[in-house]
């Protein structure tokens, strides 16, 4: 149970309309036919009520996830940008290490709790998530890994609960 002023804040957010989201996939293979991980976040930001002002793919490259993150905030009124894809170990993981560099504000609880989720389902493996969140230029920003399972945990166990509250607290 939430305290009287969370729970008052999330009744302000409520109030204040459908939240607008942008959808990234990070991924060198995805196309639109085969991004379930993008679906996913699409499907549940929509069926709640909100609105995808933007949706794309792009290449696991640090330049590009830069100039396109720095695109969205620019060029769209998406409060809250959702990065799914590229948060592992590998050489090609990049998501993280451009998504760390830009935010001004780190929410360190969200990547500890989508580990703590995370575990429950995969063991040990999840140590190799480095999903982070925070805020960019006024924006909420969120990287979760591109694997449909971790998607889903993210989204229904930490993202959606939140999106209202999360964009309120940004904006206000």
Not at 6 to 31: C, F, K, Y
Not at 39 to 59: N, Y
Not at 78 to 92: D, E, S
Not at 129 to 139: E, I, K, L, P
Request: overall charge neutral; glycine content about 8%; hydrophobic content about 40%.
């Amino acid at each position: 149970m939430g305290s009287a002023s969370t729970e008052q804040h999330r009744a302000i957010a409520a109030g204040q309309g459908p939240v607008r989201v942008a959808i990234v996939t990070v991924s060198d293979t995805r196309t639109r036919e085969n991004d379930t991980g993008g679906d996913l976040i699409e499907q549940r930001v929509t069926s709640a009520g909100h609105i995808v002002v933007f949706r794309t793919i792009v290449k696991d490259d640090p330049q590009q996830i830069e100039a396109l993150l720095d695109r969205i905030v620019s060029e769209t009124d998406a409060r809250v940008v959702l990065f799914t894809g590229g948060t592992g170990i590998a050489p090609r993981d990049t998501t993280y290490d451009v998504i760390a560099r830009k935010l001004e504000k780190t929410m360190p609880g969200f990547g500890e709790l989508f580990r703590m989720l995370s575990y429950a389902e995969v063991g040990a493996a999840a140590m190799l998530s480095r999903a982070t969140a925070g805020v960019y230029r006024g924006r909420v920003i969120v990287s979760m890994p591109g694997s449909p399972n971790a998607v889903q945990v993210a989204m229904d166990k930490l993202i959606m609960p939140e999106l209202q509250h999360l964009a309120w607290e940004v904006a206000r």
